[in-house]
């Protein structure tokens, strides 16, 4: 399998490509623990057989050793050789299987003993993994559950802002009545009441607003998708124009006429 480095300024940005590459990581780790166990649990089936062969092969050799013939009459030259093969054989063997016994031993220390310590390091790292992943649960489950206080939050300040554009509108409405009828009376109206209507006609403020990502590739998994955005607008209404502004945290303006 082909994977992608990671990168640390990658991990500080913590994009959904990010965690989609570490979570192959994991994978390709999970399987290559599982390949070295396999492989440790066989060469230590190896090396029990061999230390069974080994003692098998001792026990022959100290037979070997310990036979002798039983000859009628006179020993000749031949099979006074012939009992000393059977030690001779014997020795060889011995000294063949301490050979082996002691290789055993060192391919114990030198090969196994460093292939379980990577499986442990393996799986040490795979159980802090465990953990993190719990508490990062629980952090994700709080942050949901501000986000939904946060959502309700904006849903009500939103209709606040509409209750308080109708009454904004009906105030003005009602304004121009009662200006219609005290210029009917032949009563102008005076600078301060000029004045305050143009201050009271503009109103302004803070509004947040939840914007989810949509435009991300499919190929990125759902479970990395699972963010949000909250852009902080300032927003101005002007009654007279009857035109809503938003000016967003980046500057950008963007203006809704209202009918």
């Known amino acids: 399998m082909q994977l992608k480095p990671l990168e640390f300024s990658e991990c500080l940005t913590d994009s959904p490509f990010f965690r989609q590459n570490l979570h192959k990581h994991e994978i390709a780790l999970e399987q290559t623990s599982k390949k070295i166990k396999d492989v440790e649990q066989q060469c230590r089936k190896i090396l029990s057989y061999s230390t069974k062969l080994s003692l098998a092969q001792k026990h022959l050799a100290e037979t070997l050793s310990d036979f002798k013939l039983g000859m009628i009459g006179t020993m000749s030259e031949d099979d006074m050789a012939m009992a000393n093969y059977t030690k001779q054989l014997a020795n060889v063997i011995i000294m063949i299987e301490e050979h082996r016994s002691k290789t055993i031993q060192e391919t114990g220390e030198l090969y196994l003993s460093p292939l379980l310590a990577m499986v442990e390091k393996i799986n040490r790292a795979r159980d802090g993994r465990q953990r993190y992943s719990e508490i990062n649960d629980k952090i994700l489950k709080a942050k949901e559950n501000f986000e939904v206080q946060q959502i309700e939050a904006n849903e009500l300040k939103k209709k606040m802002l509409v209750t308080f554009m109708r009454n904004s509108v009906f105030q003005s409405e009602t304004d121009k009545s009662g200006n219609s009828n005290i210029g009917d009376d032949?009563?102008?109206?005076?600078?301060?009441?000029?004045?305050?209507?143009?201050?009271?006609?503009?109103?302004?403020?803070?509004?947040?607003?939840?914007?989810?990502?949509?435009?991300?590739?499919?190929?990125?998994?759902?479970?990395?998708?699972?963010?949000?955005?909250?852009?902080?607008?300032?927003?101005?209404?002007?009654?007279?124009?009857?035109?809503?502004?938003?000016?967003?945290?980046?500057?950008?303006?963007?203006?809704?006429?209202?009918?």
């Open 186 to 259: 032949g009563e102008p109206l005076s600078p301060g009441a000029l004045g305050g209507g143009a201050i009271s006609s503009i109103k302004q403020g803070y509004l947040y607003m939840h914007d989810p990502i949509r435009l991300l590739p499919k190929t990125i998994s759902r479970d990395v998708l699972s963010r949000s955005n909250w852009t902080k607008y300032y927003c101005v209404y002007s009654r007279e124009t009857k035109i809503f502004t938003f000016i967003p945290t980046t500057n950008v303006v963007k203006t809704v006429s209202g009918s």
